[in-house]
Nanobody, 121 residues
Framework: EVQLQASGGGLVQAGGSLRLSCAGT????????IGWFRQAPGKEREGVSCISTSGGKYFTDSVQVQGRFFISRDNTKNTVSLQINSLKPEDTAVYYC?????????????WGQGTLVTVSS
């Protein structure tokens, strides 16, 4: 059974940092890109960052993210981390990790349960 477990969220003051972690089980972790999304209160879920199987890193074009978010993966531990620096109140959201797994004739999106990041001003 594919499972993603996100952790590391919390309450932090503006300007602080957090390191989110996503642990994957039930699939060959090395073979899949892993993404991070977030959903702020009252808003739609949006993509934040993704890391490919070879370690290629992609970030949303949002100027609010670039330069502050850093993604990495450790395939020996089946984890992907998202480092967020210089946190802003607008970063407040539930952060989800994601993997799209391919099966014969179909793909399935799996989501972690989310970890809440709250940034106080």
């Amino acid at each position: 059974e594919v499972q993603l477990q996100a952790s590391g969220g919390g309450l932090v003051q503006a300007g602080g940092s957090l390191r989110l972690s996503c642990a994957g089980t039930g699939f060959t972790f090395d073979d899949y890109a892993i993404g991070w999304f977030r959903q702020a209160p009252g808003k739609e879920r949006e993509g934040v960052s993704c890391i490919s199987t070879s370690g290629g890193k992609y970030f949303t074009d949002s100027v609010q993210v670039q330069g502050r978010f850093f993604i990495s993966r450790d395939n020996t531990k089946n984890t992907v981390s998202l480092q967020i620096n210089s946190l802003k109140p607008e970063d407040t959201a539930v952060y989800y990790c994601h993997v799209r797994k391919r099966y014969i004739g179909r793909t399935v999106d799996y989501w972690g349960q989310g970890t809440l990041v709250t940034v106080s001003s």
